[in-house]
């Protein structure tokens, strides 16, 4: 699956349950927020060491996985119904990161 | 660019600036928490009708657009260090939701 | 109850069970994040209109309170951990607000 | 300036300045989640251990306070708008911590 199949079943998925109304950025801005703090409290309590290995604890790496899964849904979706394209904003915004941020110099 | 692009990207980012260390899932989890909140802040006075119009304006599209790609960036950075292919959690996680969520009925 | 007597009840409920290890402030950071996402997603498919009456259903207006002591319990031990009088601190920014947002002039 | 002082200032503010169309409860939820990323972000590439000396440093120090203050303030109003009493909710969600995390047995 690419993205773009991505953008398209999150399209035929909204269409088939009369669910595009709610869907205003607005909404799935706070539908976003929501995901992104039920993962994040699944690193809460950890260490950043413990954070590393998290995926080996399976129930844990369940839960990981749907909440990561829910927030690239959400973002999708909401790029979407904005009309932009997320790859190339993002593309565009490490541009300017690489301006922001140079990188140290290598030793040669 | 696709996703698996934007992966490489950012790992040639963080090596170039020796911010490797620094990206441990708790970390990332935390910034991408927030840059949503920074997303969400854009919308937070705009009535759901004129989120549905935001990019109309020419400075909050500035915004939204860095502020997408902001999200997107940490969400695959985080789900890279953790070794998960965003797009296979986000097609299974469809799939759950089309069982939770059946569709409406279609008439014919 | 006042704001003192709910700082002392989080530090014994934290010594009685040690936690307080736990309770740096970067975890704490992270577990009001989580709680404002809940509390957030309890808003997210209701108009503004229809947040304003969301305690007039039983079960969104017990989850409603309970994700706003939620938020206040966390925030209270964060600021406690950090030294931090929030009152003091919300003085200091209400009057900094009075200077940067001047009010609208009265009518006489 | 007690809990309740806080309010009534709020109340106030938002008044002289005809802010109350905009301070309803979806508004006022997305509100307090941008400011919690501000906060969260602070913390975010600091270690737990400097997490807890992060007000050694002045300008950190600041930054601190300022965003905890906007948690209070938001949190504060949301609860204000609802009608809802926040040390209660806080009183009464401390009161069901302890009978589902019961304490550490005392030796003796």
New interface residues.
């Given amino acids: 699956?690419?993205?773009d199949d991505?953008i398209q079943?999150?399209r035929d998925?909204a269409a088939?349950?009369?669910w595009e109304p709610?869907h205003?950025?607005?909404?799935l801005?706070?539908?976003?927020?929501?995901?992104?703090?039920?993962?994040?409290?699944?690193?809460?309590?950890?260490?950043?060491?413990e954070?590393?290995k998290?995926?080996d604890d399976p129930q844990l790496k369940a839960d990981?996985?749907?909440e990561?899964?829910?927030?690239?849904?959400y973002?999708?979706r909401?790029?979407d119904?904005?009309?932009?394209d997320?790859?190339?904003?993002?593309?565009?915004?490490?541009d300017r990161?690489?301006l922001r941020?140079p990188?140290?110099p290598t030793a040669d």
């Fill in positions: 699956m690419t993205l991505l079943r999150l998925f088939a349950r009369d709610f205003t950025p607005k909404n801005a706070m539908a976003l927020s929501g995901e992104v703090g039920e993962l994040t409290a699944l690193f809460q309590w950890l260490t950043p060491e954070s590393a998290a995926l990981i996985l749907d990561l899964a829910d927030v690239l849904l973002l999708t909401l790029a119904v904005l009309g932009v997320l790859l190339d904003a993002a593309s565009a915004k490490i990161n690489e941020f990188p140290l």
